[in-house]
């Protein structure tokens, strides 16, 4: 049955052999029974940690130091207790006093909170930081702890956020010293931090730092960094300073490329009133509040006077319409403002461009064949034959051989002329005497054409023409 709750689980009979009895325990679990292991990590050995966490050790590499830290603060900030440093074991931490005040720790790096950062509480429970694992605790009518076996691979802060009067912390840790025995006596080194750098900025939020140095202990002088362990150094600490936002002033962009490379042009830059809040962030103010007198914005640049130019008018229409042409153009020699023609020795010296292009309009269509009109008909009367010219040209109109002579028009046709024969009396009527065929005539019945009718005039008088 679970403790404090109405449901039950069935759990294995044992664990498996080798699992840790508890998570900070060297000691595991071997055929369902808890068995001791000594810190050298050998089952039943009688080894253990001194207060150095050393195996088997007399408890001489290290000190313990101890303090209460009960400075009078005003309300409603973080402010720092005690800087742990790294290689730290046996931290402990803990109010005087049950109060509304809540214990934190940060990374001595920047502001990186581990525990109850940005104005948020954690719950109590196990925290994994710097390597080991911190206990925090606040019981209800308790007085807040903070505890971790350590080492610890960095450095450390332990913070307090007031939220009332401070009542007192009292802080406890080991660690790691190198003694050198000469005349019988200890000397003792150890990694401390120097006071506060000068801020970074006078405004703005800024950054302090304080390093950590190897200081001797019975003179309290900075000595050389090898007489301290070199693994134990810990990080330096950085605080924000100067946090107010600095005043008003001109921020200046660079100056623009010039309008004209000569003859006189312009260049111009944004100027802003600006007021910086912090190195990430800064807000843009009117001008008005800017109390020097603003620089100006524009001026005048490139104010030699230019050379001589290549002008250019547009480019022709591509010559012939089709294949390969040319396009032309003028380009004259004028003065830099373009109202004054030169001769074109005044530009030498600069790329004159081009006054002839070619170009190419595309395939030319092939010759073709041109014929004229028919001419009259041979035969005055009758049938007869009519001619027309049919010449090869290309498409400009120049004689050409390169038509086809099986697509060539006819250039003669047969024609054929109405004959007109003007009726004759009686007496005029006749039939031609060199014309014998006559009766033939009649007897095939061509009277009824006007070329035998005429010829055989008597022979097809009688004749009713249909």
Not at 65 to 78: D, E, H, Q, R
Not at 258 to 286: A, H, M, P, W, Y
Not at 447 to 464: D, H, I, L, P
Request: net charge neutral; aromatic share 8%.
């Amino acid at each position: 049955m679970a403790d404090g709750h109405h449901f039950y689980t069935e759990r294995a009979p044992q664990v498996v052999d080798g699992t840790r009895c508890y998570p900070d325990s060297l000691n595991m679990c071997i055929k369902g029974e808890c068995r001791y292991v000594g810190c050298d990590r050998i089952l039943g050995s009688e080894a253990i940690e001194d207060k150095c966490r050393v195996c088997g050790g007399d408890g001489n590499s290290c000190d313990t130091i101890t303090g209460v830290f009960n400075k009078k603060l005003p309300k409603g900030a973080y402010e720092e207790v005690i800087s742990i440093p790294k290689g730290a074991v046996h931290i402990k931490v803990s109010e005087d006093a049950t109060s509304r005040n809540y214990l934190a720790l940060k990374s001595a790096v920047g502001d990186n909170y581990f525990i109850n950062g940005a104005w948020t509480i954690d719950w109590p429970r196990k925290f994994e930081v710097a390597g080991t694992v911190f206990y925090y605790e606040r019981p209800n009518d308790k007085p807040e702890t903070l505890k971790a076996v350590g080492p610890i691979t960095e450095a450390l802060v332990i913070m307090i956020l007031l939220q009332e009067e401070n009542l007192g912390i009292r802080y406890e840790y080991t660690i790691p010293v190198v003694r050198n025995n000469t005349n019988s006596s200890s000397t003792q080194f150890m990694w401390e931090y120097t006071s506060w750098t000068e801020c970074s900025t006078t405004c703005a939020k800024g950054v302090s730092r304080s390093r950590a140095v190897c200081v001797r202990q019975d003179d309290q002088t900075t000595v050389k960094n090898s007489y301290c362990p070199r693994h134990l150094k810990p990080n330096d600490k950085l605080k924000h300073c100067n946090e107010q936002p600095c005043a008003p002033q001109w921020v200046l962009a660079d100056w623009s490329e010039c309008s004209r490379s000569c003859g006189g042009g312009t260049r111009s830059r944004s100027v802003l009133c600006i007021r910086k809040i912090d190195q990430t962030e800064q807000e843009i103010l009117e001008d008005t509040e800017c109390t020097t007198h603003k620089p100006k914005g524009k001026e005048d640049c490139n104010s030699d006077k230019c050379p001589p130019i290549w002008v250019t008018d547009e480019w022709s229409e591509c010559t012939p319409k089709c294949g390969p042409g040319h396009r032309t153009r003028n380009v004259y020699c004028m003065s830099s403002d373009s109202r004054t023609y030169l001769e074109a020795s005044h530009c030498e010296g600069r790329p004159k461009p081009p006054a002839r292009l070619r170009c190419n309009l595309g395939r030319c269509p092939p010759p073709t064949w041109v014929t004229g009109d028919w001419g009259e008909c041979s035969a005055k009367c009758g049938h007869g034959q009519q001619v027309r010219s049919v010449v090869c040209r290309t498409y400009t109109g120049n004689p050409s051989n390169k038509c086809n002579r099986i697509n060539k028009p006819p250039d003669i046709q047969q024609c054929e002329t109405s004959c007109d024969v003007e009726e004759k009396p009686d007496e005029e009527c006749k039939d031609v005497n060199k014309v014998a065929y006559c009766p033939l005539v009649l007897k095939f019945k061509f009277c009824n054409r006007a070329y035998f009718r005429q010829m055989c005039c008597k022979t097809c008088s009688g004749v009713v023409h249909g």
